[in-house]
T-cell receptor, first 110, second 114 residues
């Protein structure tokens, strides 16, 4: 079945880079997404990548996609305390269909 | 301007009651969704509507009835509320044309059933 998996926790020091990993099972996923959820808030779309790309950069964010291994990562450069949140990976395996990972709780230590 | 809005933000009610949550999007999108997020933050799709028509109904009890009066609105009515319905409910929207198909989420409605 369709599944998206992420590690639950990540802790980094302020100023370091954070790398959040995600694996998905459905090879028909055409788009993959990263969302950020701060406490008490909705999901904020950070970026997405099309499945025929292997990298996308957007300011401090870099997305890497290994389609063969069905592995997606989000790198946040120069991580700040304001980056502390839950990060969700999501795949789109079909029309109107989105599968979300369990979320990775990023804690940034000052 | 808020892109996807939901009301109310908080809802506290007793078991057995009936309640509704409203959602509106001003993005001109043609598809809207309801998700349930449990206490462990796991996010699960409940329904999706495209141009007011039900597309996805993910094994949700029939106590939950969505209604889409027009493309910009998707409301969720819940009958006979149970303790297990306590969760945060998110509305989202997307456009099924063009590139990306990104979903945009509302701020959530925290439902507490006592």
């Amino acid at each position: 079945g369709e599944d998206v998996e992420q590690s639950l926790f990540l802790s980094v020091r302020e100023g370091d880079s954070s790398v959040i990993n995600c694996t998905y099972t459905d090879s028909s996923s055409t788009y993959l997404y990263w969302y950020k959820q701060e406490p008490g808030a909705g999901l904020q779309l950070l970026t997405y990548i099309f499945s025929n790309m292997d990298m996308k950069q957007d300011q401090r964010l870099t997305v890497l996609l290994n389609k063969k291994d069905k592995h997606l990562s989000l790198r946040i450069a120069d991580t700040q305390t304001g980056d502390s949140a839950i990060y969700f990976c999501a795949s789109r395996p079909g029309t109107y269909k989105y599968i979300f990972g369990t979320g990775t709780r990023l804690k940034v230590l000052a | 301007d808020t892109a996807v809005s939901q009301t109310p933000k908080y809802l506290v009610t007793q078991m057995g009651n009936d309640k509704s949550i409203k959602c509106e999007q001003n993005l001109g999108h043609d598809t809207m969704y309801w998700y349930k997020q449990d206490s462990k933050k796991f996010l699960k799709i409940m329904f999706s509507y495209n141009n007011k028509e039900l597309i996805i109904n993910e094994t949700v009890p029939n106590r939950f009835s969505p209604k889409s009066p027009d493309k910009a609105h998707l409301n969720l009515h819940i009958n006979s509320l149970e303790l297990g319905d306590s969760a945060v409910y998110f509305c989202a929207s997307s456009q099924e044309r063009g590139l990306g198909y990104e979903q945009y989420f509302g701020p959530g409605t925290r439902l507490t059933v006592t």
